[in-house]
């Protein structure tokens, strides 16, 4: 076999990803709150841009108007209690639990071997490390370490400290100086039958009614499985609407959502800068770099506010049903047909539509809710899956709690509206809604 090297000419096209158009993709993509963010990250590197919030308050004409309705007092800023001088303190969980040390006559060994303890606690305020592990680290007996233990699993909030449910239901159990046998032995041993909603089996092995059954089931539920999240600091993220739609004299207006969004501008001053002369050559560089970044950003945000706004607009007349009569008539539709509409790439419309969201006369609903695949049904088109999904939601909300509707029976009344399904199919819209089978849902009293 002979070898040869050789230059061959290949004419081919590609697409080179540039920096700005990395940009303009990412932010595309981004939420509302991860713009914003990024806006704030880029307004402290570059001098040239400058933020200022839409709808401020002119505080000075607000004064001026209103001042004559407040009595004005005169406070001593560094020595009065004043919210000024209160700084806000988030207690978390292992803080909250290593102060109550204190109220306990421990030695320093044991407050040691405590806080140890503690800071090997989960958020949920369970012991999920290897014991053997922090016996071994701290170098002490397993009688000094289950002493420790003991002293943590006293303190608030109760049920901390626990190596599993069984555990921390037993320590609420015991501080509530509730003494019984029965209600003991369900905690340590059937609590699966009560997930399993298996009442009539558990009765018959207690041999007591349905109703004293029931009322046991009651008071497990009372007591807290996560003790620990009490004190989670996790934040709620709270979701802005990024278009508005309102019908306005029988026509939907779809609109942008520039309330509390930040003004975007190019700071004048180095503008007149870089036409002075008495600028050295670094310098110019500098401020030429930065304009043009915060140029681009300007203008690939404006990009994704029109991108999105079209995006917004095809839905709103594709599922023109949904906008007029409500939620049971939403119709399928993909991606696809809308980068046809608008002769862009799918690709783009999946950044358009990521974390998205839009507020309707029926209320606040993401971008890729709209989006859902034809189901066979008599309609010409097909049915959207997330009508059916609507349709079996409100079975199951209606039905008659005694005796709920099995799979195979939502099967044949979803038959009767025309549209038909596997019995799996269905199981799996109702696992994806998070709702139990009719053997966990049924209800005895």
């Not at 839009?358 to 008599?378: C, Q």
């Amino acid at each position: 076999m002979k070898l040869n090297n050789r230059l061959d000419i290949v004419q081919s096209q590609k697409l080179v990803m540039t920096t700005q158009l990395k940009q303009s993709l990412d932010i595309l993509n981004m939420s509302n709150l991860e713009l914003e963010e990024q806006i704030k990250k880029d307004a402290q590197e570059n001098p040239v841009l400058e933020l200022e919030r839409t709808e401020s308050i002119d505080w000075g004409t607000f004064i001026k108007k209103n001042i004559k309705n407040y009595n004005i007092k005169h406070y001593d800023l560094d020595n009065e209690i004043t919210l000024e001088n209160i700084i806000k303190y988030e207690i978390n969980l292992y803080d909250y639990i290593k102060s109550q040390l204190v109220f306990l006559k421990l030695n320093k060994k044991e407050i040691k071997i405590c806080e140890y303890i503690v800071d090997c606690l989960d958020i949920d305020g369970y012991l999920s490390c290897d014991e053997n592990y922090i016996i071994q680290e701290l170098n002490i007996d397993e009688k000094y370490f289950y002493k420790c233990l003991k002293y943590i699993q006293q303190l608030e909030p109760i049920g901390i400290g626990a190596r599993d449910l069984s555990e921390c239901l037993l320590i609420q159990m015991e501080n509530e100086n509730i003494k019984d046998d029965i209600l003991k032995s369900i905690i340590v041993e059937d609590l699966n039958l009560i997930g399993q909603n298996k009442i009539k089996l558990l009765s018959k092995k207690y041999n007591i009614n349905m109703e004293k059954c029931l009322k046991y089931i009651e008071k497990i539920k009372q007591f807290n499985p996560k003790p620990g999240r009490i004190y989670s600091n996790e934040k709620t993220i709270y979701v802005q609407p990024d278009v508005i739609v309102r019908k306005i004299n029988d026509e939907f207006i779809v609109y942008m959502n520039d309330r509390d969004n930040f003004h975007i501008s190019i700071n004048n001053y180095y503008k007149n800068i870089l036409n002075s002369n008495n600028l050295d050559e670094k310098s110019r560089e500098f401020i030429k770099k930065k304009l043009n970044y915060a140029l681009n950003l300007l203008k690939n945000i404006e990009t994704r506010k029109s991108t999105i706004l079209k995006i917004a607009d095809v839905i709103v007349k594709k599922q023109k049903d949904f906008f007029n009569k409500g939620k049971k008539y939403i119709k399928p539709m993909k991606l696809k047909d809308i980068a046809l509409d608008l002769g862009y790439h799918e690709s783009t419309i999946s950044r358009g539509i990521n974390n998205k969201y839009m507020l309707t006369p029926y209320g606040l609903f993401e971008f890729k809710y709209f989006f859902s695949k034809a189901i066979e049904s008599e309609e010409e088109k097909g049915t959207s899956s997330r009508k059916v999904k609507n349709m079996i939601k409100e079975l199951i909300d209606n039905e008659n709690k005694l005796k709920p509707l099995s799979d195979d029976k939502i099967c044949k009344l979803l038959k009767e509206e025309g549209i038909t399904l596997a019995r799996r199919t269905v199981a799996k819209y109702r696992e994806e809604m998070n709702i139990l089978s009719s053997s966990k849902r049924k209800q005895f009293i």
